[in-house]
């Protein structure tokens, strides 16, 4: 595991924006899978940057994101497509038909899912996955749990995480409960991981993923098992970390 820890959110954005950047330099037809959150709008404001500088071009990239909210529909403020294609896809030269988020809208859970997870493997996998980190160690929105879940699946979202992301709702009963999520299985699959991470609320939870025991009940942990992962911090989130 590559662990690099950055002077502040501005150079954590831009040394994972360097991460991707290379890759979409060096092998541009590759496949990107991608994030939702505050943590890497920085980074994908930098991407933009790359993309309009002439530095890297995503023409001929694909995407595919970890997750999405079940009942929202694509075009929903808050849903997670919104998300992409405000802060990444509107912004670059990508051909938006070859991105794809789950499909929040398709109430039918299990047909949503299984369709998703054929759908990246008929494609062949992922180069690069993109992730942020829940405070309660998620990825996607694989929650805490007794198990591993290994494909894209529907899950329950924890209090926690309802009440994390109702500061980007009008109040917190717009939140949806449920959400449509690759699985850890679907994310260990992916060829190269790039994680992401900043702020002091999230200090405690870098350290015990990345430096504590592999556990479900810490999502993030099974990235240790993962042979090729670079985490991006900032000082504040790599604070508790054992000294590198
Ligand atoms: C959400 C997303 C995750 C994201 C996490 C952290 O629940 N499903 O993919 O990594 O929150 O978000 P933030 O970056 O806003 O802290």
Not at 13 to 35: E, N
Not at 84 to 93: E, P
Not at 158 to 169: G, Q
Not at 215 to 222: D, E, G, I, L, Y
């Amino acid at each position: 595991m590559k662990f690099i820890i950055c002077k502040d959110y501005d150079e954590m954005s831009r040394a994972a924006a360097d991460v991707i950047s290379d890759l979409v330099a060096a092998q541009p037809d590759c496949t990107l899978g991608l994030a939702t959150g505050s943590t890497p709008i920085g980074l994908y404001a930098e991407l933009v940057k790359d993309c309009a500088d002439g530095k890297i071009s995503f023409k001929d990239v694909d995407t595919y994101n970890l997750d999405e909210y079940r009942g929202l529909p694509a075009d929903h403020v808050q849903s997670y497509h919104y998300f992409m294609k405000d802060n990444l896809f509107d912004h670059v030269d990508i051909d938006q038909s070859r991105t794809h988020v789950p499909d929040g809208s398709n109430p039918d859970a299990q047909a949503a899912c299984a369709e998703y997870e054929a759908a990246i493997k008929a494609h062949g996998g992922v180069d690069l996955q993109l992730l942020g980190l829940g405070h309660n160690g998620h990825i996607g929105f694989n929650e805490p749990n007794t198990e591993f879940v290994k494909e894209t699946n529907c899950v329950d979202l924890t209090e926690s995480t309802i009440t994390a992301n109702s500061r980007l709702f009008d109040s917190i009963d717009q939140v949806p409960t449920q959400a449509y999520t690759m699985g850890i299985g679907t994310i260990m699959a992916a060829k190269k991981i790039l994680v992401v991470a900043n702020g002091e609320g999230k200090a405690d939870i870098v350290a015990q993923a990345f430096f504590g025991p592999v556990t479900p009940q810490v999502p993030a942990s099974v990235l240790q098992f993962h042979p090729d992962v670079t985490v991006v911090v900032d000082a504040a989130a790599g604070s508790k970390c054992p000294q590198q």
